[in-house]
């Protein structure tokens, strides 16, 4: 194996001051490194605009409870088989679905959905926390996030945003590392997971993505009271709208039975 080349000393400062010196009366130098953008210091305006920037790409993310499992079920059987390949690692049939479904422990895990206006659960996510000892503290402070999106509402980035409010809720548990484990050919997770800041390793057909998180704070804990806030609204909302939906086309219906009636005894 080649040795490396011996390093170079560097030049004395003085040296290279005196240099620079007699440079910069041929003008500046057409190479030199582009400066850096000043870069905003952290305060009140800063932060202000960081949320303008999340409300306005914002999405309404529902917690869900136990009541939701058949919701729940109906998503994950509506994946073909590759897309329940790459969310499991293995080509679940119903079956698997239905025990895994069943096998979510609420008390413990977290279960994230988006739901559409037609109150259909497009994407899901499941962050499971790390079971407790025997001395009722966790093994480690990790939390493996799992997710899925229904193929017709994908290229939303209903993925990343899911994947950020699972590391919300985590780091507002004392949560220091979400992880990742997926296929290494599901490069839209490990994508997500990469962006995100996230160490991500190879082992052959399988990968493994850490991503570290911040302690939580009173601001974490106020976004994730507002989401949760916010996310209930839209369900309830949603509710509402398809209630007077169905109320409308039941109104319709009547009126069309009546004047076909009225029609015929016209006849």
Do not use: C
């Not at 999405?59 to 590759?82: E, F, G, K, N, Y």
């Not at 079971?131 to 290229?155: D, H, I, K, N, T």
């Not at 997926?182 to 390793?201: C, D, K």
Request: proline fraction near 8%; charged fraction near 25%.
């Amino acid at each position: 194996m080649p040795k490396p080349p011996p390093a170079i000393p560097d030049a004395p400062a003085e040296l290279t001051a005196d240099w620079d010196h007699e440079l910069a009366a041929f003008g500046p130098d057409p190479n030199a490194p582009a400066a850096a953008p000043p870069t905003e210091a952290p305060g009140p305006l800063a932060s202000a605009r960081a949320a303008l920037e999340r409300l306005s790409t914002w999405v309404p993310i529902r917690s869900l409870a136990r009541r939701h499992r058949r919701r729940i079920i109906d998503h994950l059987l509506a994946l073909d088989p590759q897309d329940r390949y790459l969310r499991f690692g293995y080509p679940a049939s119903d079956e698997q679905i239905r025990k895994y479904a069943l096998s979510i422990d609420f008390a413990r895990d977290e279960v994230l959905g988006i739901f559409n206006r037609r109150l259909q659960l497009i994407a899901l996510a499941h962050l499971a926390y790390a079971q407790p000892l025997l001395g009722g503290e966790p093994e480690r402070a990790m939390a493996e996030f799992g997710v899925s999106v229904l193929p017709q509402s994908r290229s939303r980035g209903l993925g990343r945003r899911l994947f950020d409010a699972a590391g919300l809720h985590a780091r507002n548990r004392g949560v220091d590392t979400l992880f990742i484990h997926a296929l290494s050919e599901n490069r839209p997770m490990l994508r997500i997971a990469a962006a995100a800041g996230a160490l991500v390793e190879r082992d052959g057909g399988e990968s493994a993505a850490y991503l570290r998180l911040p302690p939580e704070s009173f601001g974490s804990q106020v976004e994730q009271a507002l989401e949760r806030h916010l996310g209930e609204l839209d369900f309830q909302f949603k509710r509402q709208a398809q209630v007077l939906s169905e109320f409308v086309d039941s109104v319709a219906e009547v009126k069309a039975h009546f004047e076909s009636s009225g029609r015929a005894a016209k006849e």
